[in-house]
């Protein structure tokens, strides 16, 4: 039987070249905090393809981006998933770096519960050293959740270089010597100031574990702010909302370098490794997770932070991506 294929129409069903991919997981929170940014930073949305259109990707061009190649047109892509967790991530992206232009970059950019509150303080920036994908159950009992946490199914290494570039802009933020990482969130006005420090007096009330976790922090440091706290350090990527004290101490406990717990990052990781080893005369696709600290792994009764923190997030991210990109990594 002979197939007839209409191929006239080929180009509008692929998704074209482009160098960086920013993927979200909270389309009214994460994304809206990145296309923000973008916009912000004189990004223009661009047409996007009939491919790009049916997996919900939005193309962008950031002018005047390619630091080390002369000035130019950063081809941006972003992307919020479908659903959350791993899982769900490793799938949608390795979907698309498996049949299409796959990125020399790929960020995912959003918000995370800290694993340490004195180390990651709510609203802190935390940009990731390496990702590490541990176990995923949390219903069969606690025997058997201790084990699977402690199964690694990917460490997955920052490039070195990429990584210099990101602490040496985080650096300059800090110092007043970058000048695109503005953040948009409002810390300044009477109604956020007396909001959060009520939030904080009524959650030292709630109990002995809350008040624990919020000594030495002080929520006035966002008070005015106009640039994002960066720090760097190891991401834990695992699939539930950790909201258990002990759980968050226990994975600490075993890795003092873990700063982040989210439920993304991994899976992506994960797609862009098996595209690597994959695709052998293809360059290696870099990931990076960069996150906001919005909660504090204990009782939710913290998220005051979640808008301050993806918005923190995104501008960092997007003010590296406008000010200090740089391919040669």
């Known amino acids: 039987m002979t197939i007839d294929r209409d191929l006239s129409s080929f180009d509008k069903t692929q998704i074209e070249d482009y160098d960086v991919l920013i993927v979200t997981a909270l389309d009214d929170l994460e994304q809206v905090a990145v296309d923000l940014h973008l916009t912000a930073n004189s990004a223009r949305r661009v047409p996007a393809t009939d491919a790009e ?80 994908w541990r176990g995923y159950d949390k219903i069969s009992g606690k025997e058997m959740s201790q084990r699977m946490r402690s199964k690694k199914h990917l460490d997955y290494p920052v490039n070195d270089v990429l990584l210099r570039h990101l602490r040496k802009y985080a650096k300059d933020i800090e110092t007043g010597d970058a000048s695109k990482s503005v953040v948009s969130f409002d810390s300044s006005s009477r109604d956020f100031i007396q909001k959060v420090t009520a939030w904080a007096q009524a959650v030292t009330k709630v109990d002995d574990a809350l008040r624990d976790d919020l000594i030495g922090f002080d929520p006035s440091i966002y008070f005015n702010r106009k640039v994002p706290i960066v720090k760097f350090g190891k991401i834990f990527s695992w699939d539930f909302v950790l909201n258990q004290k002990d759980v968050r101490e226990e994975i600490y406990a075993d890795d003092n370098g873990y700063r982040v717990v989210e439920m993304e990052s991994g899976g992506i990781s994960k797609a862009a490794k098996w595209a690597t080893d994959y695709f052998k005369n293809t360059p290696t696709v870099n990931v990076v997770s960069i996150r906001g600290i919005s909660d504090l792994c204990n009782e939710k009764v913290d998220d005051f932070f979640r808008d301050l923190s993806a918005d923190h997030a995104a501008s960092f991210l997007v003010g590296f991506l406008a000010e200090r990109y740089n391919p040669d990594f």
């Open 53 to 132: 259109l049916d997996i919900g990707i939005t193309r962008w061009l950031l002018p005047n981006a390619r630091i080390g190649m002369g000035s130019g047109d950063l081809k941006v892509l972003t992307k919020c998933l479908g659903a959350a967790g791993n899982a769900n991530s490793a799938l949608e992206v390795a979907q698309l770096i498996y049949t299409q232009p796959r990125p020399k970059l790929l960020i995912f950019c959003g918000i995370g519960g800290s694993l340490n509150p004195t180390k990651a303080q709510l609203g802190n920036v935390i940009v990731s050293e390496s990702i590490h």
